[in-house]
């Protein structure tokens, strides 16, 4: 339970931030535009906000927990295609990796409570 919660609150708070930074940073902008993405901007901002925030409420409703990191582990692959495609270095896919790896354990320990 506590590898769950720590992961779980870990997880929420990064994408909270992430998604406030993707809807009102100067530098998400250039980065967007640099991925070729700039239209995607705010609907990925408001996907990562709803997915922390979904992650949260499912400490209550757990299918909710289970529909939410499963969403933010494939917006990860996704973040981690768009730098794959242009190129970045393996050090920038590093917070996607992660963040999708760590969703994707959250997704299996909530499966196995559900």
């Known amino acids: 339970m506590n590898l769950f919660l720590g992961l779980n609150l870990l997880s929420a708070g990064l994408f909270l931030f992430y998604g406030l930074h993707c809807l009102f940073s100067e530098k998400m902008i250039s980065e ?16 990562e906000i709803l997915g922390a925030l979904g992650q949260l409420l499912g400490f209550w409703v757990p299918e909710l927990g289970l529909f939410a990191s499963t969403g933010l582990a494939l917006l990860m692959l996704c973040g981690v295609w768009a730098r794959w495609r242009i190129k970045d270095p393996f050090t920038a896919f590093l917070p996607a990796v992660v963040l999708g790896l760590v969703n994707g354990i959250l997704v299996w320990l909530v499966w196995k409570k559900v």
């Open 32 to 47: 967007f535009s640099r991925y070729g993405l700039s239209q995607y901007r705010s609907f990925v901002g408001a996907l």
